[in-house]
C-alpha cells in the first residue's frame, strides 16, 4: 500500500481524507501545528493505526524526519485551510491577503519545492492540492479568499506541466459546500433547519457534501492509481453553481 503525507488532518478535508486512506491499507504521515506538543503527537498516534504524527514543521524538517523513519512518500495531500472573514473588497488590509496566502498558496508550494528533487529521482508520484470551487462563482464579499484558492489552482496547473515529463502527476479537488466546522458548521448548516433549507436551495444535491465522499476521490489521485490524469481540476460541489 501507499505512504501518503496529509497535511492538517483535522480541518477542511483533513478528516474524510485521513478516514479512508487508513480504510484502504494506507500509511498516513501527518503535520500539524499543534503536532510541536509531543503529548498531541502521543495523543493522536494512540487513537489510530498506520497513522504518524510528524514533529517536523517546516517542509525541509518535514523531508528530513520522513526519509530518516521512513521512505518518499508515494502521494503529497497539501490540505490548506484559513478562516474566511467576509469583506467587502475597500476594506481589506494587507495583512488580510497576506496571512491567507502565506496559509494556502506559498505553505503548498514550499511543500512540493522541498520534495520535488527527490521525486524527480524517483520519477514516480503524486501532489492533491485542496483548493475551492469559489472561483467558479465569486461572491461579494469573499474576495480574499476566491483570490488566494484561484492561485493555489493555477500553480497546480503549472506544477503539472512541469513534472509530468517524471512521470509524477499533480491535480486539485475543489471544494465547495463540503461540510466542515471551519467552512460550513454542523450547528449552523446541519442541525439549523433554516440553514439546511439554504443548503438545498442553493446546492442541486441538496446537501452538504460529506468528508468520507471527498476522501475516496483525494485517495484516488493521492495513491496513483490513474498517473496519466493530471492537470485536472475536480470540482467537488454537488452541482453548484
Avoid at 166 to 185: C, F, H, K, R, T
Wanted: proline share 8%; hydrophobic share 40%; net charge negative.
Amino acid at each position: 500500500m501507499s505512504l501518503v503525507l496529509l497535511t492538517n488532518p483535522t480541518e477542511y478535508v483533513g478528516p474524510g481524507a485521513l478516514e479512508v486512506l487508513l480504510a484502504q491499507g494506507h500509511t498516513v504521515l501527518c503535520t500539524d501545528k499543534t503536532f510541536a506538543d509531543p503529548e498531541a503527537r502521543i495523543r493522536w498516534e494512540g487513537a489510530r493505526n498506520r497513522c504518524h504524527a510528524l514533529a517536523a514543521q517546516s517542509a525541509p524538517e518535514m523531508l528530513s524526519e520522513i526519509m530518516e523513519r521512513w521512505t518518499l512518500p508515494d502521494g503529497i495531500v497539501c490540505n490548506d485551510a484559513f478562516p474566511n472573514h467576509p469583506k467587502e473588497i475597500g476594506c481589506i488590509t494587507d495583512s488580510e491577503f497576506i496571512e491567507t496566502f502565506e496559509a494556502v498558496v506559498l505553505a503548498p508550494i514550499r511543500i512540493a519545492q522541498t520534495f520535488l528533487p527527490a521525486m524527480k529521482n524517483r520519477r514516480t508520484g503524486s501532489f492533491v492540492f485542496v483548493t475551492s470551487a469559489r472561483e467558479l462563482r465569486p461572491e461579494p464579499g469573499y474576495a480574499v479568499p476566491t483570490t488566494v484558492r484561484a492561485a493555489a489552482t493555477t500553480f497546480m496547473k503549472a506544477l503539472a506541466k512541469e513534472v509530468a515529463p517524471y512521470g509524477i502527476q499533480a491535480n486539485s479537488v475543489a471544494p465547495n459546500y463540503l461540510y466542515s466546522e471551519m467552512y460550513y458548521p454542523r450547528a449552523k448548516f446541519v442541525d439549523d433547519p433554516a440553514g439546511r433549507d439554504l443548503i438545498s436551495r442553493t446546492v442541486p444535491f441538496g446537501r452538504l457534501g460529506q468528508p468520507e465522499e471527498i476522501g475516496e476521490l483525494i485517495a484516488f489521485f493521492a495513491c496513483g492509481r490513474s498517473p496519466f490524469i493530471t492537470g485536472q481540476v475536480v470540482y467537488f460541489t454537488g452541482g453548484w453553481p
